[in-house]
């Protein structure tokens, strides 16, 4: 199975507008993960199926790109049924912020696209330097 550099980044767009914090009344902090099958059945399932999605979480959590707990079944490396995704780490996190700006991704994926197998790293280089030249298009100006 190929992990879809997309669906890589979608799941972790979802996952930093949907997971958050809440304080409780004794001041402390209470995460509000968010489940699989809350991916499956949100807008990610229009252009991803339930095991591209389930093999991205399974690889994102394997790079530490996100945390995950309560993963169905505990024993298996090879799939997940059901977990809960409670945060996205700063790996996650620079990878996010390398790629998401939409004329960023979209220039990204074209160079990409070109060159073949390439690895998560990879594709945020390219992503960042995408944006240092569209920075340097800027200031020129």
């Known amino acids: 199975m190929e992990l879809n550099e997309s669906c890589v980044r979608d799941v972790l767009i979802f996952c930093k507008n ?3 914090y809440k304080e409780l009344p ?8 968010i489940s699989l099958q809350q991916l499956f059945n949100s807008y990610l399932n229009n252009s991803y199926s339930h095991k591209e999605i389930m093999y991205t979480v399974l690889k994102l959590n394997e790079v530490n790109f ?6 169905n079944p505990e024993s298996s490396a090879s799939y ?4 809960m995704i409670n945060e996205i780490t700063y790996s996650g996190h620079k990878f996010l912020a390398a790629t998401e700006p939409e004329t960023v991704w979209n220039k990204t994926k074209g160079i990409i696209g070109k060159v ?6 990879f594709v945020e280089n390219v992503a960042h330097d995408v944006a240092v030249e569209s920075a340097k298009a800027l200031v020129s100006k």
Request: hydrophobic letters at 30%; glycine letters at 8%; one cysteine or more.
């Open 116 to 121: 073949g197998n390439h690895t998560l790293e």
């Open 18 to 20: 949907n997971i958050n």
């Open 80 to 83: 997940i049924n059901n977990c």
């Open 66 to 71: 996100i945390k995950i707990s309560n993963r």
């Open 26 to 33: 004794d001041g402390t902090f209470h995460v509000v993960s």
